[in-house]
């Protein structure tokens, strides 16, 4: 029964409203005479879609309230259209209750009541009412399952999805263009392309919207060159290109990976977009440029954006972000055009967006632009986005290169702390900047939040490890990586097989890179190395070898560098052929090589001739070479520490008094030695010269246990430190205070079982009083003693080294024996060998 009487009898009572309220004109109706008595029920209805168009609920309820008093007892049209009233202004809650009120309902009252759920966010309601039209309704039409296909692409039901498909063909609407457009979205939302390609094909009718729909499709999941192909079928088939397509295609081509074949695609689409009259259009215009702008096209992007007229802030966002993309990869010119072009933004007045200040940030980061940073950090305050995970990461990464952490830390106790990499940064930031305890304490606080890490965070942590010599952290945050399955992925072992390089594991590092999934340059670089400066030599250039064969392009022979390999020899590459003349007693050649490489006002390469000169006991060639490194760096306290004891060894005592002179006339002070172990989860230091620290005791009482014992065996061995009397306070507070590592030792023979090898860290390399020491004690304590200087590892066993006791070179070849070096550098160079059986310096500084 129809509820209430028919609409025809409706009373002639007014519906008084402001007399300001604007005459809006509903669509194909003329509006109605506010003010005059509503003698007819398209009063109501004209007022309702005007509600509903403006999204009104306060017109919306006064009209429902006046039907309600007047006693209209609308019917079910202007019920349909109260409804959609109601969805519009997203009051669901009246709306459902009128639904439930309404004594008819037809196909159109189930759609209006689903598509307000679906455009309120209520998915799962919106499929609900589906399934109760399905059972109330006999037949539905093509709103009913476009809007279910819509829900559950929402809610990521493919399933569901499918079984509507279904119903689609069993009621002959899947041929229609309407839902076959429905259907490629629903889709292409999943990637599942060959559905895709399959609706398309066998639909009957297709529009426009069909086609660009397809493209959209491929470019979603990421095929761009056949959206390229799509795209001229288009053309040919004389379908009309909308905006929405092309700026999606646009976007789409900045990634293709071929660099020809992507040219020529942008060329192609740009002439597409001016044909088609496009190409003034604001999306497709900041599609064009961003294109432009990621792929080094700069004036291309230039001129794109001139064009555009009142560009937004998207438009500027493509520039700026296209100014600061180029910066990083040719000259500083254009981040600094970035910059200026914020600043022509600001001057139109136009609001910034998180993304503005995300790539000027950038900008000011790869400027070292402090000032300027500090400048849009107020602008970033003064728009409320200090917040946002993106531009406080960014603001963190800006002070921690700067050195400046306590701001660093403020802008990340700013943000959400939501997304994962803002954590990145700031464990990034403490780790580059030395604070690997605070990285690794921040690393925990992720974990107690119950948030997962991944692969990148992991090697920041392990970064930090490695540098402060955490190794059983080290190995708990493995032990990490392997639950999350990132043991195996390249950027995670890469910095595990480091890390265990680092801290003298050499087998867990050649164990985690054999169980590698995918090697790049670095995995083998890294695993090279770690042979290398643990004195492997012979196992370095065999995976140096097995490197070649499996063609990764990252070599260490200097002249296939530049002529297979079209790599460009820096400083370092130098200075390991440097090291290999040295090492072979060539100092001269040396010289000469230097010279002619054209890095020869680079210290680097002359130190490492200086240290030859030690080795090989050339002093006057050593002095004259270190009068030239002082000259070149006269605030470096090694130059000064090698000439002086070069003037000792020489005899020119004045000269000697003179370098240390000029040292303090300078203000140039060496470097505090400090020595650390650790032992359990406490790392342990040892300062250089200061006998106040703990354990002291225990220490020189170990100490003058073993070195009576290597006197009664050995003699003096020629070791300052074996010529006083132990019990001498001398001895305790002067001599032994001033080789840490020695302290360290020792602390670690006392705490240490036996089964576990001594390992020890230091800032300083290793003297060769210390290194003499120390291959006595690995005898006499039948220990393993690995002792990592800023250079090298040495692996002390039964009274020998690695490093072949030539422990003071400073380049990348170093732990490789004389005679290996000799041949890799006879094969590079022609240079004939020199006998074996030289006698090096005993006095190694």
Same mark, same amino acid.
């Given at each position: 029964?129809?509820?209430?009487?028919?609409?025809?009898?409706?009373?002639?009572?007014?519906?008084?409203?402001?007399?300001?309220?604007?005459?809006?004109?509903?669509?194909?109706?003329?509006?109605?005479?506010?003010? !005059?008595?509503?003698?007819?029920?398209?009063?109501?209805?004209?007022?309702?879609?005007?509600?509903?168009?403006?999204?009104?609920?306060?017109?919306?309820?006064?009209?429902?309230?006046?039907?309600?008093?007047? #006693?209209?007892?609308?019917?079910?049209?202007?019920?349909?259209?109260?409804?959609?009233?109601?969805?519009?202004?997203?009051?669901?809650?009246?709306?459902? %209750?009128?639904?439930?009120?309404?004594?008819?309902?037809?196909?159109?009252?189930?759609?209006?009541?689903?598509?307000?759920?679906?455009?309120?966010?209520?998915?799962?309601a919106?499929?609900?009412?589906?399934?109760?039209?399905?059972?109330?309704?006999?037949?539905?039409?093509?709103?009913?399952?476009?809007?279910?296909?819509?829900?559950?692409?929402?809610?990521?039901?493919?399933?569901?999805?499918?079984?509507?498909?279904?119903?689609?063909? *069993?009621?002959?609407?899947?041929r229609?263009?309407?839902?076959?457009?429905?259907?490629?979205?629903?889709?292409?939302?999943?990637?599942?392309?060959?559905? *895709?390609?399959?609706?398309?094909?066998?639909?009957?009718?297709?529009?426009?919207?069909?086609?660009?729909?397809?493209?959209?499709?491929?470019?979603?999941?990421?095929?761009?060159?056949?959206?390229?192909n799509?795209?001229?079928?288009?053309?040919?088939?004389?379908?009309?290109?909308?905006?929405?397509?092309?700026s999606?295609?646009?976007?789409?081509?900045?990634?293709?990976?071929?660099?020809?074949?992507?040219?020529?695609?942008?060329?192609?689409?740009?002439?597409?977009?001016?044909?088609?009259?496009?190409?003034?259009?604001?999306?497709?215009?900041?599609a064009?440029?961003?294109?432009?702008?990621?792929?080094?096209?700069?004036?291309?992007?230039?001129?794109?954006?001139?064009c555009?007229?009142?560009?937004?802030?998207?438009?500027?966002?493509?520039?700026?972000?296209?100014?600061?993309?180029?910066?990083?990869?040719?000259?500083?010119?254009?981040?600094?055009?970035?910059?200026?072009?914020?600043?022509?933004? !600001?001057?139109?007045?136009?609001?910034?967006?998180?993304?503005?200040?995300?790539?000027? !940030?950038?900008?000011?980061?790869?400027?070292?632009?402090?000032?300027?940073?500090?400048?849009?950090?107020?602008?970033?305050?003064?728009?409320?986005? %200090?917040?946002?995970?993106?531009?406080?990461?960014?603001?963190?990464?800006?002070?921690?290169?700067?050195?400046?952490?306590?701001?660093?830390?403020r802008?990340?106790?700013?943000?959400?702390?939501?997304?994962?990499?803002?954590?990145?940064?700031?464990?990034?930031?403490?780790?580059?900047?030395?604070?690997?305890?605070?990285?690794?304490?921040?690393?925990k606080?992720?974990?107690?939040?119950?948030?997962?890490?991944?692969?990148?965070?992991?090697?920041?942590?392990?970064?930090?490890?490695?540098?402060?010599?955490?190794?059983?952290? #080290?190995? %708990?945050?493995? #032990?990490?990586?392997?639950?999350?399955?990132?043991?195996?992925?390249?950027?995670?072992?890469?910095s595990?097989?480091?890390m265990?390089?680092?801290?003298?594991?050499?087998?867990?590092?050649?164990?985690?890179?054999?169980?590698l999934?995918?090697?790049?340059?670095?995995?083998?670089?890294?695993?090279?190395?770690?042979?290398?400066?643990?004195?492997?030599?012979?196992?370095?250039?065999?995976?140096?070898?097995k490197?070649?064969?499996?063609?990764?392009?990252?070599?260490?022979?200097?002249?296939?560098?530049?002529?297979?390999?079209?790599?460009?020899?820096?400083?370092?590459?130098?200075?390991?052929? *440097?090291?290999?003349?040295?090492?072979?007693?060539?100092?001269?050649?040396?010289?000469?090589?230097?010279?002619?490489?054209?890095?020869?006002?680079?210290?680097?390469?002359? @130190?490492?001739?200086?240290?030859?000169?030690?080795?090989?006991?050339?002093?006057?060639?050593?002095?004259?070479? #270190?009068?030239?490194?002082?000259?070149?760096?006269?605030?470096?306290?090694?130059?000064?520490?090698?000439?002086?004891?070069?003037?000792?060894?020489?005899?020119?005592?004045?000269?000697?008094?003179?370098?240390?002179?000029?040292?303090?006339?300078r203000?140039?002070?060496?470097?505090?030695?400090?020595?650390?172990?650790?032992?359990g989860?406490?790392?342990?230091s040892?300062?250089?010269?200061?006998?106040?620290?703990?354990?002291?005791?225990?220490?020189?009482?170990? !100490?003058?246990?073993?070195?009576?014992?290597?006197?009664?065996?050995?003699?003096?061995?020629?070791?300052?430190?074996?010529?006083?009397?132990y019990?001498?306070?001398?001895?305790?507070?002067?001599?032994?205070?001033?080789?840490?590592?020695?302290?360290?030792?020792?602390f670690?023979?006392?705490?240490?079982?036996?089964?576990?090898?001594?390992?020890?860290?230091?800032?300083?390399?290793?003297?060769?009083?210390?290194?003499?020491?120390?291959?006595?004690?690995?005898?006499?304590?039948?220990?393993?003693?690995?002792v @990592?200087?800023? *250079?090298?590892?040495h692996?002390?066993?039964?009274?020998?080294?690695?490093?072949?006791?030539?422990c003071?070179?400073?380049?990348?070849?170093?732990?490789?024996?004389?005679?290996?070096?000799?041949?890799?550098?006879?094969?590079?160079?022609?240079?004939? %060998?020199?006998k074996?059986?030289?006698?090096?310096?005993t006095?190694?500084?």
């Amino acid at each position: 029964m129809r509820w209430g009487p028919p609409e025809r009898d409706l009373g002639a009572r007014r519906l008084s409203l402001p007399a300001q309220t604007p005459r809006l004109r509903a669509p194909n109706h003329s509006p109605p005479r506010l003010g !005059l008595p509503l003698r007819h029920p398209s009063a109501y209805r004209h007022l309702l879609q005007l509600a509903a168009g403006t999204q009104s609920l306060i017109l919306c309820r006064l009209l429902h309230s006046h039907m309600v008093r007047a #006693g209209y007892k609308p019917g079910l049209f202007t019920h349909n259209i109260l409804l959609n009233a109601y969805c519009r202004c997203c009051d669901m809650a009246t709306a459902h %209750q009128l639904f439930d009120r309404m004594p008819l309902r037809d196909t159109v009252s189930w759609n209006i009541l689903s598509a307000g759920f679906s455009r309120a966010g209520y998915s799962g309601a919106a499929l609900g009412v589906f399934r109760e039209a399905r059972s109330a309704v006999a037949l539905l039409d093509r709103f009913s399952y476009v809007g279910a296909l819509s829900a559950c692409a929402d809610l990521g039901y493919v399933k569901v999805g499918r079984a509507v498909h279904g119903m689609v063909v *069993v009621n002959g609407l899947a041929r229609r263009a309407f839902i076959t457009n429905s259907l490629i979205d629903f889709y292409s939302n999943f990637g599942v392309i060959n559905k *895709v390609r399959l609706v398309f094909d066998g639909a009957e009718e297709l529009d426009e919207v069909s086609w660009n729909s397809l493209l959209t499709a491929y470019v979603r999941i990421g095929w761009p060159e056949v959206a390229a192909n799509i795209l001229v079928w288009m053309h040919r088939s004389g379908v009309k290109l909308n905006s929405f397509a092309l700026s999606a295609i646009l976007k789409a081509c900045t990634d293709m990976k071929d660099s020809q074949d992507s040219e020529d695609v942008r060329r192609m689409l740009h002439g597409c977009v001016t044909k088609v009259g496009l190409d003034l259009d604001l999306f497709v215009g900041s599609a064009m440029l961003d294109v432009y702008a990621k792929n080094g096209g700069l004036e291309e992007a230039i001129k794109v954006f001139e064009c555009i007229p009142n560009p937004s802030v998207v438009v500027f966002n493509a520039m700026i972000a296209g100014f600061s993309r180029l910066g990083t990869e040719s000259c500083g010119k254009y981040r600094v055009e970035a910059l200026r072009l914020f600043r022509k933004m !600001l001057r139109r007045h136009i609001k910034p967006s998180k993304f503005t200040f995300k790539s000027v !940030l950038e900008a000011c980061i790869s400027l070292g632009a402090l000032k300027c940073g500090r400048q849009i950090h107020a602008h970033v305050i003064m728009n409320n986005l %200090q917040n946002d995970d993106f531009i406080g990461s960014a603001l963190v990464t800006l002070y921690s290169t700067s050195h400046l952490m306590i701001e660093s830390f403020r802008c990340f106790e700013m943000t959400s702390k939501q997304e994962i990499f803002t954590w990145d940064c700031m464990i990034s930031a403490y780790t580059y900047n030395g604070h690997f305890e605070k990285a690794v304490s921040l690393f925990k606080e992720l974990l107690y939040l119950s948030k997962e890490p991944h692969q990148f965070t992991l090697s920041c942590v392990i970064n930090a490890c490695s540098n402060s010599g955490m190794l059983r952290v #080290g190995e %708990q945050i493995h #032990g990490c990586s392997m639950k999350l399955g990132y043991d195996k992925f390249t950027v995670c072992g890469n910095s595990i097989v480091e890390m265990y390089t680092k801290l003298g594991e050499l087998d867990a590092s050649i164990k985690t890179f054999q169980d590698l999934g995918s090697l790049d340059s670095f995995s083998w670089s890294a695993m090279i190395s770690s042979y290398g400066i643990h004195g492997n030599a012979g196992d370095a250039l065999m995976l140096f070898e097995k490197m070649k064969e499996c063609r990764t392009h990252r070599l260490r022979y200097y002249e296939s560098m530049s002529m297979e390999y079209g790599l460009s020899p820096n400083s370092r590459h130098c200075a390991c052929l *440097v090291d290999l003349l040295g090492r072979a007693g060539r100092i001269v050649d040396a010289e000469d090589f230097i010279s002619k490489s054209g890095y020869a006002t680079d210290p680097l390469l002359w @130190r490492v001739i200086m240290r030859a000169c030690l080795f090989y006991g050339e002093t006057e060639q050593g002095i004259h070479v #270190g009068e030239r490194l002082m000259m070149m760096e006269p605030f470096s306290s090694s130059s000064y520490i090698l000439l002086y004891n070069m003037y000792l060894d020489a005899g020119k005592v004045s000269l000697a008094m003179r370098t240390r002179g000029l040292m303090r006339e300078r203000g140039v002070n060496k470097e505090t030695g400090t020595s650390w172990i650790e032992i359990g989860a406490s790392v342990y230091s040892f300062m250089s010269n200061n006998s106040q620290q703990p354990h002291m005791d225990i220490i020189y009482g170990k !100490l003058e246990e073993i070195m009576i014992h290597i006197r009664q065996k050995m003699g003096d061995a020629g070791l300052k430190i074996l010529k006083l009397e132990y019990q001498s306070e001398m001895w305790k507070k002067s001599l032994v205070n001033s080789h840490g590592e020695l302290l360290a030792l020792a602390f670690g023979l006392c705490k240490l079982p036996k089964s576990v090898p001594i390992r020890v860290m230091k800032n300083q390399r290793v003297c060769g009083d210390c290194h003499t020491t120390m291959k006595l004690f690995s005898e006499l304590e039948r220990r393993d003693i690995v002792v @990592r200087d800023p *250079v090298r590892f040495h692996h002390f066993s039964w009274g020998s080294c690695t490093c072949g006791d030539y422990c003071i070179v400073e380049n990348l070849f170093i732990g490789f024996k004389s005679r290996e070096l000799i041949k890799l550098f006879e094969a590079i160079h022609g240079f004939p %060998q020199i006998k074996d059986g030289y006698n090096p310096a005993t006095r190694i500084a």
